[in-house]
């Protein structure tokens, strides 16, 4: 249960020295300052992320023509504005590997993961904090190391984000020279930082939660962050081996994925989706914990079937394990694999489908505030649901066969990243604002920024759906080069122009930002009247998270509208008397 | 532009099952996105705050997680039974061939190699095309599938038939066409630069046509 002598131990940073400039911002070892590190690191590469992405869109709308404002770039990677073949591969490459490893995780994981989980247990620090600082700093330095490769000669990686291998391996095959190596490098880098942030988040969900905190009072978020934090443990070691296996291939002559010297090109999509498929519950399980706080709180309703959450996510979690092979269903591996992974991979949208239905009964005889939060809480919900069901058109073989490597996966995987993780994000962003800068976000700007931010994205990706049911592949530059994609071109200038809707809508996100924090109303302590642990201390919160003595937990994270109490919430510090000690 | 919201035209043996699991699918899911949407909009106007209101408090309901529950994976666990046999028909065993080819993938180009007059692969009368893919109608076209440098993808949206070609693999493929006429062959993998454009042309003919065809091809030789 709680951990009596860590606590006592970090009892004294709460009357602490003062810390110069650089501890306090640059070296931090305080996990709030270290999320914010993360959030700021993140929103700078989702700028650049985003940007490759608006490219991509005019390339894909109007293949082969200049791009307004952009004759600056230099030669060979545009020419007076113009987008060539090599350029498009690099740009769909570093979107994804910039929005997967520099955005979603150190949003979700970096950021939240190191603001909730001490608060949400009552801890005063992470158990180790000068590793966590470690695992920030290495990440920047991972970041630094991406971005430099779009500086090298030959550019930045073109293998696409899952780099397959012969194509990653041998720099003659994509033009690619060290652009590819620094790529590999980044990630190697990053999979250090990954691996110091999530021993730190199981070390201290375990041992340094406070008195009467028992896992099943644990908040949903914090469950999922568990279990996020337990599936980068054991999947980033496998992408480490993967990178060096094609370091060594590119950089010392050996042959583990080139068949010429009797290596065999399917080690690595092995070996990267063992990696890949967990990978893709990592970046959505904390967007489910997010959703499901935000979802209770503006409910003022308990969580419906708060086990039901926490089995369903550990259960995903373990069969993230044994689905990868849904992701090479046509790359050559023996058919028989196939239909044994049809199998777990329609078995693991169970859990997910448990989800939904307990999200629905959570808002069901509610008192639904909508507030922007909740409206990027619900938003998460709707579609994750279009994602949800979409992947069952690719988990079955045959259906598969025809939909694989289309547009229809790449409006799949946007329904559940954007449409799932990064709505979570917005939610995330606002709902914890006022905590983590002491100041509310305008909702007005807010809920113009949810509105355009939902009705765009719907614009932009599903109708992709349509294009991958016309056969219309992901990955090629210039769809005019096909006679069987010209009718469907206007759907490509529709799709386009919705991006370009999406993509500008964030700067009123950003503008919010930025407003908040010079002028924003300043927050009280607890601004949503929620009931987990973090709003029971001051806002903004000190060196040490609680003045006085830790909190001490007597009821579970949602206890809203409950009968013993006349309030619609009930903090989990707060005792109640009578039947409460025994009830909950 | 209405007519392409749904699949293009099917033109082989086993793309009207491909097809019949793409539709089931797709009902499922519309039923289930409808049913799910509707009730939360529902819900969502229903139980939005107003003066007085206090939601009820309710912790969940396990008979209701058991009856969900168990309702998905039941439906789930069909699909994936009834998928199997249409995968295994397509992907694992198939007809026997009437026609063989090689078909070689390379940056950027589909080598496609006939047998030559002797019926034989692998002899010296061998006959390799770049990209001209020539089949006969209502025959079972069979090929080994082989890739000289990165990955590619044999894809014929029309047949449904997907199959990446592997570098130091050789991988048996089938379809059968019902329907003359010419199709693209795009590359579905990402293969390197010239990825996009990489495509040949599939060329179904009736038998007698098909023969004229091979037959100049072989005396050009």
């Known amino acids: ?584 | 532009m209405i007519e392409h919201f749904w699949l293009p035209e099917g033109i082989s043996t086993y793309s009207p099952r491909i097809d019949f699991l793409f539709t089931l699918i797709f009902w499922i899911t519309a039923v289930v996105w409808a049913l799910v949407t509707i009730a939360m909009v529902v819900f969502m106007v229903k139980y939005r705050t107003r003066p007085g209101r206090k939601a009820t408090y309710i912790e969940g309901n396990p008979r209701l997680e058991v009856l969900w529950t168990t309702a998905t994976a039941v439906i789930l666990i069909a699909l994936a039974l009834l998928s199997r046999s249409t995968w295994a028909n397509i992907k694992e065993q198939g007809p026997p061939g009437d026609v063989f080819y090689k078909v070689t993938a390379k940056q950027f180009n589909w080598e496609i190699t006939y047998p030559g007059p002797d019926g034989k692969l692998g002899t010296a009368d061998d006959v390799t095309v770049e990209n001209d893919f020539h089949v006969p109608v209502n025959k079972v076209v069979r090929f080994e599938l082989q890739s000289k440098d990165v990955i590619h993808s044999f894809f014929v949206p029309w047949i449904r038939l997907k199959q990446d070609a592997v570098p130091g693999r050789i991988i048996h493929v089938w379809f059968e066409v019902t329907k003359t006429g010419q199709w693209e062959i795009p590359c579905a993998e990402l293969c390197g630069f010239g990825h996009s454009g990489m495509k040949g042309t599939l060329y179904v003919q009736s038998q007698a046509d098909f023969e004229k065809w091979l037959k100049d091809k072989y005396s050009q030789k």
């Not at chain 1, 969580?303 to 993230?320: D, P």
């Open chain 1, 1 to 584: 249960m709680s951990s009596t002598p860590a606590a006592a131990i970090h009892v004294g940073h709460a009357e602490h020295h003062e810390l110069g400039f650089i501890r306090t911002y640059i070296f931090s070892t305080d996990h709030k300052m270290i999320a914010r590190q993360f959030l700021f690191l993140a929103l700078f590469m989702m700028s650049i992320g985003g940007l490759m992405a608006m490219l991509m869109r005019w390339e894909l709308a109007w293949p082969e023509t200049a791009v307004p404002f952009m004759h600056w770039v230099p030669e060979p990677y545009m020419y007076d504005g113009a987008i060539p073949p090599n350029t498009y591969n690099s740009m769909f490459t570093m979107h994804a590997t910039i929005m997967i490893f520099f955005v979603v995780m150190p949003i979700l994981v970096g950021c939240y993961g190191n603001f909730l989980i001490p608060l949400m247990i009552g801890a005063r620090d992470m158990a180790f904090p000068v590793l966590n600082m470690l695992s920030f700093w290495v990440g920047a330095v991972a970041g630094v190391i991406m971005l430099s490769s779009f500086f090298v000669s030959g550019g930045p990686a073109a293998a696409g984000w899952t780099s397959y291998a012969p194509l990653s391996a041998v720099p003659v095959y994509t033009g690619v020279d060290w652009g590819q190596n620094l790529w590999c490098i980044s990630l190697i880098v990053l999979g250090v930082s990954s691996l110091m942030g999530s021993i730190n988040y199981i070390t201290t969900t375990i041992n340094m939660r406070t008195k009467g905190m028992t896992f099943f009072r644990l908040p949903l978020v914090v469950w999922s962050l568990f279990i996020t934090a337990i599936l980068l443990l054991l999947a980033l070691p496998v992408l480490t081996t993967a990178l060096a296996l094609l370091l060594f291939d590119r950089l010392a002559g050996t042959h583990f994925f080139l068949p010429a010297g009797g290596g065999e090109p399917l080690l690595w999509q092995h070996l990267f989706w063992f990696f890949g498929h967990p990978e893709v519950y990592i970046m959505i399980l904390p967007g489910m914990g997010i959703a499901s706080e935000l979802i209770a709180t503006f409910s003022r309703k308990p969580i419906f079937g708060y086990r039901a959450m926490a089995y369903a996510m550990a259960s995903i979690a373990f069969l993230s394990w044994v689905v990868w092979g849904h992701h090479m269903f046509q790359s050559g591996m023996n058919p028989a694999l196939g239909s044994g992974f049809m199998i777990t991979t329609m078995i693991i949208g169970v859990p997910s489908a448990i989800k939904t239905f307990n999200w629905l009964g959570t808002i069901y005889k509610g008192d639904i505030h909508y507030t922007t939060a909740m409206m990027n809480g619900l938003a998460f919900v709707a579609m994750f649901v279009i994602g949800g069901l979409s992947g069952i058109f690719m988990a079955c073989t045959p259906v598969d066969m025809f939909i694989h490597d289309t547009y229809f996966i790449v409006a799949h995987i946007h329904y559940v990243l954007f449409g799932g993780s990064l709505f979570a994000i917005f939610g995330a962003i606002v709902y914890w604002f006022p905590k983590m800068f002491g100041r509310m976000m305008n909702e007005t700007l807010g809920k113009i920024h949810f509105w355009i931010t939902f009705i765009a994205f719907n614009c932009t990706f599903f109708p992709m759906h349509i294009l991958g049911m016309n056969g219309h592949m992901r990955r090629i530059y210039n769809p005019l080069q096909y006679d069987f994609l010209k009718p469907i071109q206007p759907i490509n200038v529709f799709i386009s122009i919705s991006a370009f809707v999406l993509g500008a809508a964030q700067f009123i996100l950003l503008a919010n930002i930025i407003w908040s924090l010079a002028k924003g109303k300043k927050a009280e302590d607890n601004p949503w009247h929620a009931n987990t642990l973090e709003w029971t201390t001051h806002t903004p919160v000190g060196h040490g998270n609680w003045d006085g003595p830790l909190p001490v937990v007597y009821h579970g994270p949602y206890e809203y509208s409950s009968p013993l109490t006349t309030d619609d919430y009930l903090p989990q510090n707060v005792e109640v008397t009578g039947k409460a000690a025994v009830a909950h």
